[in-house]
């Protein structure tokens, strides 16, 4: 069936340094959301991408949309200890199913 | 807060038994969607409901079933449950479906002994 897979599992950063994590689909998506969930929260959504190429941003972060629409990134500048989650892409595969990928874990040392 | 309510926040029972798993959606959301965490892992997608009518279907167990009623609340019922049943189960919302961000709940958390 259809995976949502996210690199890395786990990252660690000290505080100030730039993270980035990866989505990758194994099948076309229509559009793509950005999920953070904070330890012990729930998911909060962050944006959604809908056009091939797209980049959005919002303050230190930057969300991009692959061309070929399978794959997306978020990058967040000089990270602060307020960033710490975890955070997941969402898939829309077909017109209502969302595949959410495996996450990325952040922690940021202070 | 999302707007998202789910109740009970925490649940305890044992092997076999039966649990109901309640959602009250955003006000003017009509789509409930229903998700299971287990610990550490991602966010597996269980079913959609859109205006009381089943839209779309995960890896959802056959021993599990749901329904959203006409006033969209949902509930999400577990039977026969095995201790790999163990996890948090999310309830989230939208306006539609589809292409709409989703405002989730809390969260139950279902511990099986």
């Known amino acids: 069936g259809q995976q949502v897979m996210q690199i890395p599992q786990y990252q660690h950063v000290q505080e100030g340094e730039d993270f980035t994590t990866y989505c990758n689909s194994s099948?076309?998506?229509?559009?793509i959301q950005w999920y953070k969930q904070r330890p012990g929260g729930h998911p909060v959504f962050l944006i959604q991408?809908?056009?091939?190429?797209e980049v959005k941003k919002q303050k230190r972060l930057t969300f991009q949309f692959g061309e070929a629409k399978k794959n997306s990134s978020l990058h967040i500048t000089a990270t602060q200890t307020t960033d710490v989650g975890t955070y997941f892409c969402?898939?829309?595969?077909?017109?209502?199913?969302?595949?959410f990928g495996t996450g990325t874990r952040l922690k940021v040392l202070a | 807060d999302s707007g998202v309510t789910q109740t009970p926040k925490h649940l305890i029972t044992a092997t076999g038994q039966r649990v109901t798993l309640r959602c009250s959606p955003r006000?003017?959301?009509?789509?409930v969607y229903w998700y299971q965490q287990s610990l550490d892992q991602g966010l597996q997608f269980l079913i959609q409901?859109?205006?009381?009518?089943?839209?779309a279907k995960g890896n959802i167990l056959e021993r599990f079933s749901a329904q959203q009623f006409p006033d969209l609340h949902s509930e999400l019922n577990l039977s026969s449950l095995e201790l790999g049943d163990s996890a948090l189960y999310f309830c989230?919302?939208?306006?539609?479906?589809?292409?709409?961000?989703?405002?989730f709940g809390d969260g139950t958390r279902l511990s099986i002994l």
């Open positions: 989230a919302s939208s306006v539609g479906g589809g292409d709409q961000p989703q405002h």
């Open positions: 099948t076309t998506l229509s559009n």
């Open positions: 991408l809908v056009k091939s190429g």
């Open positions: 969402a898939g829309l595969s077909g017109t209502y199913k969302y595949i």
């Open positions: 006000s003017g959301d009509l789509s």
């Open positions: 409901y859109y205006n009381g009518e089943e839209r």
